[in-house]
Structure formats: structure tokens, C-alpha cells
């Protein structure tokens, strides 16, 4: 499986496509990792943010995807993602 868009970081991990978005989980150094949701190969054409994973479809599958590859922990995704009401 081949990422359909270009994507400008070389840290990123592809975690696959879902609804012709490309998801990726990132690291970002270990300061703070990220998940992503990218839809063109336009640089700025994306969503991240662990803190969305909720609230967000795309970035909620990003975060059950980097969980079962064990790039990311629960109780990570759990302490910096928003809760909904």
C-alpha cells in the first residue's frame, strides 16, 4: 500500500488510506507525537492533532490504526485527546 499524495515529512509513518485521505502517525521527535489526515498533494491540505482523535472520524481511524501497529499507546491517545460530550 502506497500513499496516494505526496507528503512532506520523512518522519511520518503511513498507516494506510481511509475515506481518500492518507493517515499517517508522526513521532515529531518524541516531544509530542501527532496523527494525520492529509487529502491533496497540496503541502498545507491536511488535519493532525492528537487532541481531535475524538472529535475527528479521519484522525480517530489514524489513531485506532497507529494503536494496533504499537506506534502509540491508549493512554497517550487518551490523555491529549479531546473528550466529547
Known sequence: MKPAYTHDC???K???TYKKHDL???AQ??????????RSDDGPDYIS?????????LLGE???RAIAQGLLSQATLDKYSMQRD
Request: aromatic share 12%; glycine share 16%; with cysteine.
Open 49 to 57: 492533532g492528537l487532541s481531535f482523535a475524538a472529535v475527528s472520524p
Open 10 to 12: 520523512d518522519c511520518c
Open 24 to 26: 499517517y502517525f508522526c
Open 14 to 16: 503511513f498507516l494506510g
Open 62 to 64: 489514524a489513531g485506532k
Open 29 to 38: 521527535g518524541g516531544v509530542l507525537p501527532t496523527l494525520i489526515a492529509r
